[in-house]
């Protein structure tokens, strides 16, 4: 019998814009997608929200996963969640099915879906965010939220086991320069060209300039301070955010009060005040299914996703915490767990399957990783980050060319031994490490060339 492969699974973000003004997807645009959508495919059904009343988008079952295609914070971006596959390809294949039925709809309506990170025109647009239920509790929260409207990535997802999660997060997060460095994709925005050719990493590195330091550790998308210790540290770091809700899998809900964190409130024994989304006062009680929905609240350069077994009980992790041994009850009740990597621009069409690739391959290798990781200091990983943010590949001497080409190999041998063939997906990263080209740099000459108009036009899914 064949061993069973890990699975890879994405999530697809795109702007959507109007061809004839260059701008976002507006609310009443986005109404009229999710209707043709759903009349479109009776396998689709509409999302509405129950406090806002608002339809978001659209979900599907397949294999007991939900399956959504939906507004991200903006209206004007379009996020595709899909079932994980098995392999790279697969993953491809059913995420490229979607996105050509949703072109064919909005080629009518005089809009294309666009590869790049931010809206070329539209900005941080409160009149273009999302209606959310939920939202309503996170901007309780999360100060600056609108200034994610114009923003999209392509994000990746991978299973690892309990006891190589933190590995795992550790070496995706510390190669987050190499990421932006290979996928650097939005240097046009608000009609020009920028200074950052990934402009999408300035909005989130700036904002967290303008928000309190306890705030901007968990909402940076970027490399935190240092590598974990261990997965006890990954959970104790988590686990004392402020920024967090009790919700079911982001529907409904309420917020803790008191200054509270996730861990506070685990360990509290009575009824603690919260406050619901449409802003009723309650008292909540910590109970052992938030155990398995905390992990959706931080955005880092990569986090983990996981659930827990039923043995798993308040009084263990509440025993853990108090005795120091969270990581070990972590690895001893956890499943379900994959790692999502959050760093990744968006790709050009035809080349959707390379942030999966190199998450995949990465993955597959964590000794290799972990071994190149250390051959620089966490400082210099993170100094490559921003500057890999602002020039893309342009800046890099070298040995940080050496770096990101052996991590690319590395990713190479981890795909090459799954025997699926993934590692041709890996081919346009290659490219463009050769040519010191990232699609900003495509982006930018296509903007000199012929305004928005060329870069619609290039960078413009086609059906």
């Known amino acids: 019998m064949a061993a069973q492969l890990r699975r890879v699974g994405l999530e697809l973000e ?66 595709l969640s899909l079932a994980p596959q098995r392999t790279v390809g697969a993953a ?36 273009r965010k999302s209606q959310k239920d939920w939202y309503l509790l996170l901007a309780r929260r999360w100060h600056l939220h609108h200034w994610m409207v114009p923003l999209a990535s392509h994000q990746a997802a991978v299973d690892v086991t309990p006891d190589e999660a933190v590995r795992a997060v550790n070496v995706l997060s510390g190669f987050a320069g190499v990421f932006a460095a290979l996928t650097a994709c939005s240097p046009v925005a608000r009609g020009r060209e920028q200074a950052w050719k990934e402009m999408r990493n300035w909005v989130w590195y700036e904002r967290s300039t303008r928000v309190p330091p306890a705030e901007a550790a968990y909402t940076s998308n970027s490399m935190p301070t240092a590598p974990f210790s261990d997965m ?39 009824p603690v005040p919260a406050r619901l989304i449409d802003g009723t006062p309650v008292l909540a009680t910590a109970d052992r299914e938030m155990l398995d929905r905390i992990h959706q609240y931080g955005w880092p350069a990569a986090k983990l996703h ?18 120091g041994r969270l990581g070990d009850w972590f690895e001893e009740h956890a499943v379900n767990c994959y790692v999502e990597n959050r760093s990744c621009g968006v790709a050009p069409q035809g080349e959707e399957g ?17 071994a190149l990781l250390k051959e620089l200091s966490w ?25 990101i080409r052996a991590l690319l190999d590395i990713a190479e041998r981890g795909l090459r031994a799954r025997g699926e063939g993934e590692e ?13 080209e990232t699609p900003a ?23």
């Open 354 to 370: 390379v942030a999966a690739a190199l998450t995949l391959g990465i993955v597959e290798r964590l000794d290799e990783a972990e």
């Open 424 to 436: 041709a997906f890996l081919a346009p990263l290659f490219a463009r490490l050769e040519r010191r």
């Open 92 to 127: 491809v294949d059913a995420a490229d099915e979607v996105l050509r039925a949703l072109q064919e709809l909005l080629v009518p309506m005089g809009c294309t879906v666009l590869c790049a990170g931010i809206q070329p025109r539209t900005w941080a647009d409160p009149a």
């Open 441 to 463: 740099d495509r982006m930018i000459a296509a903007f000199r060339a012929g305004g928005l108009r060329r870069l619609l036009d290039d960078f413009g899914r086609t059906p």
């Open 379 to 403: 400082l210099e990983w993170r100094k490559l980050w921003l500057r890999a943010s602002t020039h893309g590949l342009a800046a890099e001497d070298e040995r940080s060319i050496a770096a």
């Open 14 to 79: 795109f702007p959507v814009v109007e061809l004839g003004t260059g701008r976002g997807l507006d609310r009443a645009g986005a109404q009229r997608l999710w209707h043709a959508m759903a009349g479109r495919d009776p396998s689709w059904s509409l999302v509405q929200e129950s406090i806002t009343g608002v339809v978001t988008g659209v979900r599907r079952q397949t294999g007991g996963f939900d399956e959504r295609l939906n507004t991200d914070t903006g209206v004007c971006t379009v996020e």
């Open 306 to 323: 996981y659930t827990f077994d039923s043995r798993a009980d308040l009084d263990g992790v509440r025993h853990a915490l108090d005795h």
């Open 232 to 270: 006890g540290a990954y959970l104790e770091h988590h686990w004392a955010s402020r920024v967090w809700f009790l919700t079911n899998l982001k529907s409904g809900g309420c917020e803790v009060l008191g200054g509270r964190s996730f861990k506070d409130f685990l360990l509290a024994r009575e």
